[in-house]
């Protein structure tokens, strides 16, 4: 089983892809990964099965949960429950966020 994850490698290909995320842990009772939003990009997930803890590694913006925004910076850690509609939006820089479920990425 992998131990040891580069995230700064899961940015760069997630840069030069079409999607804005890769979970890089899948278990049955945990699953992380790590989401990039450039400026003007689109984050167009829907609401998760498990509970979800993020890790703002760098940018700036909004998280959208149910219906309330909350501004997002460096360092901070937001909590959403399962099944709570939510969004990242309005970064005006690079946002790179690690993501942490409770169960798996599903």
């Known amino acids: 089983m992998k131990i040891e994850f580069d995230t700064n490698e899961y940015v760069k290909k997630i840069t030069k892809s079409d999607t804005y995320f890769h979970t890089f842990l899948n278990k049955e009772n945990i699953a992380a990964g790590i989401l990039r939003l450039g400026p003007g990009d689109k984050d ?63």
């Open 44 to 106: 167009t997930q829907e609401p998760h099965e498990s509970d979800e803890v993020y890790y703002v590694v760098k940018g700036d913006g909004f998280l959208t949960i149910n219906g309330k925004d909350y501004p997002v910076s460096e360092g901070m850690s937001y909590y959403v429950a399962k099944r709570i509609p939510h969004k990242f939006h309005g970064n005006k820089k690079e946002l790179v966020v690690m993501y942490f479920f409770g169960g798996p990425d599903s």
